[in-house]
């Protein structure tokens, strides 16, 4: 032995909390080279340094002590390999998710600093839209309540976590309840995902094209006159209807508690009557 260390000078030498030190003697991952029997006091020596190196770079990459130790103790160069793989396989998932909440982050961020700048509140306009996938239950909804059982039941269908919803569900009121000037009934609930979704039944997409498109600032509930004005717009500038509207709340209490920056669209997909 070239040198001996107390477990004082080994926590400072390693930065590592004396605790963890006693605690890796206990499960017999790392112990000390002597004991002094009448004292109790433990000593480690340079030797040990290297070992203790290994334990912290493996918990560093993500394995569990009990991992750990199996490894030490069997000393086996393709067991450490596989340990190594299986580890990458691990964080590799971890970084492909962390990636996704990234893009969640950004592309939220972005979404509420632009609807807070919005002041063409309450204009009809039009917009060329990209076709959206989104998860979706066809059903008749006429108020708050029927919706968020709803929702609900899409988020358990869906296998999605009411976590991803804020600010991404939508209703729609179908083609010809806005030919006919029915406001107050909704016929589906969706969900725009954040990731592109594959096989699932309730897969349905919102088609590209051309809307004609309002904001406003009221409970949703208040949305009826807005209808009409889309569809006063409609008929003025020799638009029809093309399918059923889209209506999503994009700003709400979940951001803001300042009812007057609140935010919801109405879209409706159109097209010239002469095309």
Do not use: W
């Amino acid at each position: 032995m070239k040198y001996q260390f107390s477990i004082g000078e080994m926590s400072k030498i390693h930065n590592i909390p004396i605790g963890t030190l006693r605690y890796y003697e206990q499960i017999g991952l790392f112990r000390p080279s002597k004991v002094n029997l009448d004292s109790g006091y433990r000593y480690y020596s340079t030797e040990q340094f290297e070992l203790l190196n290994t334990i912290n770079y493996l918990k560093y990459l993500g394995l569990s002590l009990k991992t750990i130790k199996h490894h030490i103790e069997s000393g086996d160069e393709q067991d450490l390999l596989r340990l190594l793989r299986e580890q990458q396989a691990v964080n590799i998932q971890k970084i492909e998710r962390m990636s996704l909440m990234k893009n969640r982050f950004e592309k939220r961020i972005q979404e509420i600093e632009e609807a807070l700048q919005v002041k063409a509140v309450g204009q009809v306009f039009i917009k060329r839209l990209p076709s959206r996938r989104t998860l979706c239950i066809r059903q008749k909804i006429n108020n708050r309540p029927e919706l968020e059982i709803l929702l609900k039941e899409l988020e358990k269908k869906s296998f999605k976590s009411s976590s991803i919803f804020v600010g991404m569900v939508g209703l729609t009121i179908s083609q010809s309840a806005l030919e006919n000037r029915i406001f107050g009934e909704y016929n589906a609930i969706f969900i725009l995902p954040e990731e592109h979704v594959d096989h699932n039944p309730f897969v349905e997409v919102i088609e590209e094209g051309e809307y004609a498109c309002i904001y406003y600032r009221e409970d949703f509930c208040q949305s009826t006159k807005y209808y009409h004005q889309l569809m006063d717009y409609i008929q003025e500038y020799d638009y029809v209807i093309i399918g059923d509207a889209v209506e999503r709340v994009i700003i709400d209490n979940l951001v803001t508690k300042s009812k007057d920056k609140h935010l919801t669209e109405i879209q409706i997909p159109i097209k010239k009557a002469n095309n």
